[in-house]
């Protein structure tokens, strides 16, 4: 079971023009029920609703065992941790998984370094759970369970990882905070610092990590992948800001035959109303071949 409880990008955005979709940060849950495993991916503002549920409903039958994965350490994705409930629970056992990109910052340092009176009125240290922190590379792992977890770097300002998650047969993958790789090279020839062979190695390295990540969520139940901005605001004025358009996305999943794509990470400026059109735009299947595609809202449960 995957349910999304906070699907925008960059800062909370509550309000009456955000009711439907939700106005939360991004957090997503996934519910293993036969092994009783829960994995969250992302601690956004919307993990706060997520811990509350899980207090009702988890708890009173045991103590809780939690997995938490976050793509980056950008502060959308992490801003919700401090209010957690199950953080502040005896007996909880939060595991938080995550790429680090300065060696000098720990994971728990950024993530945990929130609660400190500069900041929270909370330390760390005061934090009842037993919370682990590890360090993510890319690569695979196996998480015990018959789950298969498959990571891969993708392209964002900040280290950040695309995660795979596999069982029974199933496969769920995001993709996000994440923009098409391009050369970072000239490729002008009157540029005084055009290289032509650089020009041309720059072309292949970008071509060939856009088909890995094709590769990496090829044939998924369900990709979820930025598409914070449309094609055009993208190219006018969003390049290197780490997201992608809703049209490359969709693009995407058809080359890597995904069944369903969730777009993701709603730009905080666009209204319910404004996704409303843009999913009459882009959410016709006709369009988008055999890839059943929606704009994710907060609340939606997909079982598969």
Known sequence: MVKFWGVRGSIPCPGPATVKYGGN???????????????????GSGIRELGNYMLANDLPDKDLTIEIFLSHTHWDHIMGFPFFAPAYIPGTKIKVYGPVTFEEDTLEGIVGGQLTYRYFPVRQTELAADIEYIDLKEGSFDL?????????????????????????????????????????????PNDPGYDKEMAIEGEEVAKEQNLRLTDFFKGADLLIYDAQYTEKEYKSSKKGWGHSSC?????????????????FHHDPVRTDAQI?????????????????????MEGTVINL
Do not use: W
């Open 144 to 188: 015990g369970d018959g789950i298969m977890l498959h990571t891969k770097y993708l392209n964002h300002p900040i280290l950040c990882l695309g995660y795979c998650f596999q069982y029974q047969g199933k496969t769920v993958c995001t993709a996000y905070d994440t923009e098409p790789f391009v050369n970072v090279f000239s490729t002008d």
């Open 25 to 43: 940060t991004a957090c997503i849950e996934l519910r293993f029920n036969k092994v009783k495993r829960v994995i969250i991916i992302d601690a």
């Open 276 to 296: 409303d059109d843009m999913a009459t735009r882009y959410c016709n299947n006709s369009q988008n071949g055999s890839v059943k595609t929606f704009f994710a």
């Open 247 to 263: 049209e490359y996305a969709i693009k995407a999943a058809n080359q890597a035959g995904v069944k369903q794509l969730a777009l």
